[in-house]
C-alpha cells in the first residue's frame, strides 16, 4: 500500500495557476470584510486572475514631427516624457553598448574591483556556482581594501534580491551572502523584496518552485561608484555566458547614479532585511508585506518609492528651466543625450514605465520604424493594440523554441516554449488577417547552445538609418511585467551619431542571427502545440 499523501504534498502535486486563481477569488469574497475592519487577515489572498488589462489612456500625440529629417529638434520631440520620468542629461560619449555575457560579467568584476564609494546591485537572485562567487569574491576584496585604507573607509554594499527566488533551495542567494554579512555587518546590506501579493492561505499552498510566478522584484541594476549597468540580465552564471541579453554602460553619470542607487535604497526599504543569522526583519515602523495589510503596504511602499522618482523629476526640471527657448536644443557642449528612468510597480501603484511606453507606441507616425525585442514575446493586449493599430513599420524580435529560457524544462515549464509558440502564431495570424504583413514582421532568434533574454526597442525616424532612442532595462513588454513584478529600464534619447551607430550596431547584430517568420514556419513538425498546452496559454500569459 502507498504511503498516505499529506495534505501540503497533495496540493502541491496539483497545483496550477487556475487553482491559484479560485483560491483567490474564494478568500477574496470570505474575508474582504475581515480586512476592511481589522486590517488583514493571515488568510487572505492576492488579487491575481481579477485584474484587467486596461485600455491606454488618451493621449495626445507629442508636438513636433515624427518625420523630421535629421536630428533637429529631436528632444523636443520627446521632451513631453519629462512630464512623467526624471530626465537627466549626459555625454553620449559616456555611454557604452556591452554586446555579450562576457562582457556583462568583466564589466562588473573590473569596476567592483575599484570601486571607493558605493556598489549598489539589484537582480532577481544571486547564482550559487564558481562565477557567482567570484562576484561575491570582488566585493569581499573591495570591502577589505576600503577597511584597510585610511583615507577611503566608506564602501558600502547594498544588495536587493527578491525574497523567494533568492531563498529556493538549501544553498541559495542568502547562504551565498551571509559570510559577507556577517563580517562587513555595519557596511553591508542585503534587501529581499516579497511581493504583497502572495500571502495567506496562496503562500501556504503553493510550492516553492511556483511561488515566484505571483510577483517579483525584477529590475536589474549594477552600480559602482558613479557608473552603471542597465540590462536585463541576472547574477548567474549563464547570464555571464551564454544567455543573450541587453547591456548599457554609462560611465561617471552620477546624477543617473544617484537616483538608481535611492530607487534601490527605496524598495530597499519595504523589504525584508536579511540578518547574519539568516533571519530577515522589517525595518521599524514599515508595513509587513504578507503579515500586515495589503494595502497599507503598498500605499507606504509607493509613497516612498515616488519620493525618489518625484524629488528626482523635479529636481532636474529645475536644473534644466533655465535652458534657452523652448525648442529642446540639447546639443550644448558634450551633452547630447537624455536619459528617461522608467519604473513601474503596479503591485504598489506606480505605472511610470506602462504610461511612457503606451504613449511612445502612440506616437509613432507612418513613416518610422521600431524594432521591438523580447525574449518572452506576450505583448499585453494594450500594446498589441498599438502595435497593430499604429501607421509605424515594427520589426519584432523574440525566442525561438530552442533558445527559449525554458526549453528542456521539467514539468509544466517544459511546455512553456510551446505555449509560446501558440502566442506567436495567433499575433501572426491576427498580423494577417488585418493585412499588416507588410508593416508588421515578427523574427525569431537561432543560437546553438545559447538561450535569448534581450529585451526592449529601437526607434528609428523617418529617412534614418540609426537609431535616436532606445528602451532597456528589464521589462519585457508582457503581463507580468506591467502589473505583477517590479520592473525598471531607461530611455535614451540621443543626438550623438557615434552613440546612434553603436546601437545601431547593437541591434543588427541581435537581428542578424533571426529568420522571419511566415505561415510555413508553423507547419513545422516542431512548432506542433498539444490541445492542452493551447487550454492553459491565457494561464502561461499572466503566470509566466
Not at 495626445?60 to 520627446?78: E, I, K, N, V, Y
Not at 497593430?388 to 514539468?411: C, M
Request: proline share 4%; with cysteine.
Amino acid at each position: 500500500m502507498a504511503a498516505p499523501m499529506s495534505w501540503r504534498r497533495l496540493v502541491h502535486s496539483v497545483y496550477s495557476p487556475a487553482i491559484a486563481g479560485v483560491f483567490t477569488r474564494m478568500s477574496d469574497r470570505l474575508f474582504r470584510v475581515r480586512d476592511r475592519r481589522r486590517g488583514s487577515s493571515v488568510l487572505l489572498l492576492a488579487p491575481l486572475l481579477a485584474e484587467t488589462d486596461t485600455a491606454p489612456r488618451r493621449v495626445s500625440r507629442p508636438t513636433g514631427s515624427a518625420g523630421a529629417q535629421g536630428t533637429d529638434g529631436l528632444c523636443s520631440h520627446f521632451r513631453w516624457m519629462a512630464e512623467q520620468a526624471p530626465a537627466f542629461r549626459v555625454p553620449g560619449t559616456h555611454i557604452q553598448i556591452l554586446t555579450s555575457p562576457e562582457q556583462f560579467y568583466q564589466a562588473m568584476k573590473s569596476r567592483i574591483k575599484t570601486a571607493q564609494k558605493r556598489v549598489v546591485m539589484a537582480s532577481l537572485y544571486l547564482g550559487t556556482g564558481r562565477m557567482e562567487q567570484e562576484l561575491v569574491d570582488c566585493i569581499e576584496e573591495a570591502l577589505e581594501r576600503s577597511e584597510e585604507n585610511a583615507h577611503s573607509p566608506g564602501l558600502k554594499v547594498s544588495i536587493l534580491l527578491d525574497y523567494t527566488r533568492g531563498s529556493r533551495g538549501q544553498v541559495n542567494s542568502r547562504t551565498m551572502l551571509l559570510p559577507l554579512l556577517q563580517r562587513f555587518t555595519s557596511q553591508m546590506r542585503v534587501s529581499l523584496y516579497h511581493t504583497p501579493d502572495l500571502r495567506g492561505l496562496l503562500r501556504m499552498l503553493v510550492p516553492q518552485r511556483f511561488n515566484e510566478t505571483i510577483g517579483v522584484q525584477h529590475i536589474k541594476v549594477y552600480l559602482f561608484d558613479d557608473s552603471i549597468i542597465i540590462s536585463g540580465a541576472n547574477l548567474s552564471d549563464s547570464y555571464f555566458t551564454n544567455r543573450q541579453d541587453r547591456y548599457v554602460l554609462l560611465e561617471n553619470c552620477s546624477e543617473v547614479a544617484d537616483f538608481f542607487s535611492d530607487l534601490v535604497e527605496a524598495v530597499g526599504d519595504v523589504s525584508l532585511q536579511l540578518q547574519p543569522d539568516d533571519s530577515v526583519t522589517m525595518l521599524e515602523g514599515m508595513v509587513h508585506p504578507y503579515k500586515g495589510n495589503r494595502q497599507a503596504f503598498s500605499a507606504a511602499a509607493r509613497k516612498r518609492i515616488m519620493e525618489v522618482v518625484n524629488a528626482a523629476r523635479m529636481r532636474q526640471q529645475l536644473l534644466h528651466s533655465e535652458d534657452s527657448g523652448d525648442s529642446g536644443d540639447v546639443s550644448e557642449g558634450e551633452e547630447d543625450t537624455w536619459v528617461f528612468p522608467l519604473v513601474q510597480m503596479k503591485p504598489l501603484g506606480i505605472q511610470v514605465d506602462e504610461q511612457v511606453t503606451q504613449r511612445l507606441l502612440t506616437s509613432t507616425s507612418s513613416d518610422s520604424t521600431v524594432f521591438l525585442t523580447s525574449g518572452y514575446f506576450n505583448l499585453t493586449r494594450t500594446y498589441m493594440r498599438l502595435v497593430l493599430g499604429a501607421g509605424a513599420n515594427y520589426r519584432i524580435l523574440t525566442a525561438s523554441p530552442e533558445v527559449n529560457g525554458f526549453f528542456g524544462a521539467k514539468g509544466v515549464a517544459g511546455a512553456i516554449p510551446a505555449a509560446y509558440i501558440h502566442i506567436a502564431r495567433q499575433f501572426y495570424q491576427q498580423v494577417c488577417h488585418l493585412g499588416q504583413q507588410e508593416r508588421v514582421h515578427l523574427h525569431e532568434y537561432h543560437r546553438p547552445r545559447w538561450t535569448f533574454h534581450a529585451k526592449g526597442l529601437w526607434y528609428y525616424l523617418h529617412g534614418q538609418d540609426q537609431p535616436c532612442l532606445t528602451l532597456i532595462g528589464s521589462p519585457n513588454f508582457g503581463y507580468r511585467s506591467v502589473h505583477r513584478d517590479l520592473e525598471a529600464q531607461i530611455a535614451i534619447v540621443t543626438e550623438n551619431e557615434e552613440l546612434q551607430r553603436r546601437l545601431q550596431e547593437e541591434q543588427e547584430m541581435l537581428y542578424r542571427r533571426s529568420t522571419e517568420v511566415s505561415n510555413s514556419t508553423f507547419e513545422q513538425p516542431d512548432r506542433y502545440v498539444k490541445l492542452w498546452v493551447k487550454l492553459v496559454t491565457p494561464l502561461i500569459k499572466n503566470f509566466f
